[in-house]
């Protein structure tokens, strides 16, 4: 936590001018950059995007057979998608990486934000499969062609889509707990890779059931319609990390809520501000306390204050400017 004091005056009491003392158990220094998930939730992270990687080439492996033996276009367009999901998982892990590097000179605030880049990318090669899986789908329906061994094809992207479905969840339910944009970006795309298995399997299922082979083109092309969806959805939640999106009104309601239970002493919390940086929330506000208060009590408040919002949330970076009674707003939270 960093805690913004007023110059002192001769007995040790708050006055308006500004200095600056970071102080965190254990660090003390300008620079630090932590947060209660710390590394080991980091290095969970990077597993999971490792073994994105691993399970997106076993995945391609399946759909480029499944494709080989049917001569199927609804499958190879399948399999290129896997291709665009194979390289955002490593994207995924780069990201990860750059982002654990603690902070410095440079960045003082980290590197966490990295992850919402990941993100960015992540989503545009969504959309870049859904225009492949598009142009495929027209392909098709202007040239309509009998499958090759179609159960054998089907029954393989069967299983290649079984396993992109459970990795999928697994990596969505790790990037919400986690709270890394770069896992839940990487999820969704698996999860929309298996929407598009899900409506070229059906296509082709039927198409083979009926002998109607527009049926396959058809649901391919509505299938790239949700990924299309899929990839805009990535692209804008990312965004809003990389602008410093406010954290969500139920959290900002919590923050004030716990602030005026342990703020007892001081009078107001005004100015309160919060921004997302990957698995991180900053918060700052500033805290007005009497004038004739010891820096040691109001010193003990910033402590009870930050103990309590870290107990109750994780990953808060927490900035607490103190200022004398004679920076009352009359607004924000009211403590007395």
Not at 126 to 132: I, Y
Not at 294 to 299: G, M, Q
Request: aromatic content about 6%; overall charge neutral; glycine content about 12%.
């Amino acid at each position: 936590m960093a805690w913004a004091w007023g110059a002192l005056d001769g007995v040790g009491r708050a006055s308006g001018a500004t200095a600056f003392l970071w102080k965190h158990p254990g660090r003390i220094g300008p620079g630090y950059c932590g947060g209660t998930n710390g590394g080991i939730g980091l290095n969970q992270a990077e597993r999971l995007a490792v073994g994105s990687v691993a399970i997106g080439v076993l995945v391609l492996g399946l759909k480029g057979l499944a494709w080989w033996v049917t001569g199927s276009a609804a499958l190879y367009s399948d399999a290129l998608e896997t291709v665009v999901n194979v390289l955002a998982s490593a994207i995924a892990f780069a990201a990860l990486r750059v982002a654990a590097r603690p902070a410095d000179a440079n960045h003082p605030y980290g590197h966490d934000k990295a992850e919402f880049f990941s993100a960015v990318i992540e989503g545009a090669l969504v959309v870049l499969a859904a225009v492949l899986i598009l142009e495929k789908a027209w392909e098709d329906l202007l040239h309509p062609h009998p499958l090759a061994m179609p159960w054998s094809g089907i029954g393989l992207n069967a299983i290649a889509t079984i396993a992109n479905g459970a990795w999928g969840l697994t990596l969505l339910r790790a990037g919400r707990r986690m709270r890394s944009p770069a896992l839940e970006g990487d999820a969704r795309h698996l999860l929309a890779d298996v929407a598009t298995s899900v409506g070229i399997t059906a296509g082709l299922t039927l198409a083979v059931l009926t002998g109607r082979l527009l049926l396959d083109p058809l649901l391919a092309a509505l299938t790239a319609a949700y990924v299309l969806w899929s990839g805009t959805r990535i692209i804008g939640a990312s965004v809003g990390g990389l602008m410093d999106e406010a954290a969500p009104p139920a959290m900002v309601d919590r923050i004030r809520a716990l602030v005026a239970r342990y703020g007892a002493g001081a009078i107001e919390a005004h100015d309160l501000r919060t921004r997302h940086a990957g698995r991180l929330t900053f918060l700052e506000f500033h805290l007005v306390v009497p004038g004739n208060m010891r820096v040691a009590d109001a010193h003990d408040i910033c402590d009870r204050i930050e103990a309590a919002l870290k107990r109750e949330m994780d990953g808060l970076m927490i900035t607490i400017h103190v200022e004398p009674e004679g920076k009352l707003k009359h607004e924000g939270v009211q403590l007395r």
